[in-house]
């Protein structure tokens, strides 16, 4: 079964960074776009970052874009969100997603606080 795991959220003070991961498994990994939604408490969840299935085309939300960077290690099923110069607003629980399967694993917490 489709399964995704998120992994590295943490508190961490404004301007500083986090990396995510996302392990996937129980589908061809390769074969699939990857994004990177975040949800803050009383929100919609949010699209944040998409990368295509080899990896070649990115794609950011506005208030992301220069920030954060998505990619991919399709040898080891795992996708990554590089997230710098985090701001207060970028507290969220993150998570994952295979475009076109509707799947959601439990995300990850990451805050910014100083």
């Known amino acids: 079964q489709v399964q995704l795991v998120e992994s590295g959220g943490g508190l961490v003070q404004p301007g500083g960074s986090l990396r995510l991961s996302c392990a996937a498994s129980g589908f061809t990994f390769s074969r699939y776009a990857m994004r990177w939604y975040r949800q803050a408490p009383g929100q919609e969840r949010e699209l944040v970052a998409t990368?295509?299935?080899?990896?070649?085309?990115?794609n950011y939300a506005d208030s992301v874009k220069g920030r954060f960077t998505i990619s991919r290690d399709n040898a080891n099923n795992t996708v990554y969100l590089q997230m710098n110069s985090l701001k207060p607003e970028d507290t969220a629980v993150y998570y994952c997603?295979?475009?076109?399967?509707?799947?959601w694993g439990q995300g990850t917490q990451a805050t910014v606080s100083s």
């Open positions: 990368i295509t299935s080899a990896g070649g085309l990115t």
């Open positions: 997603n295979a475009r076109g399967i509707e799947y």
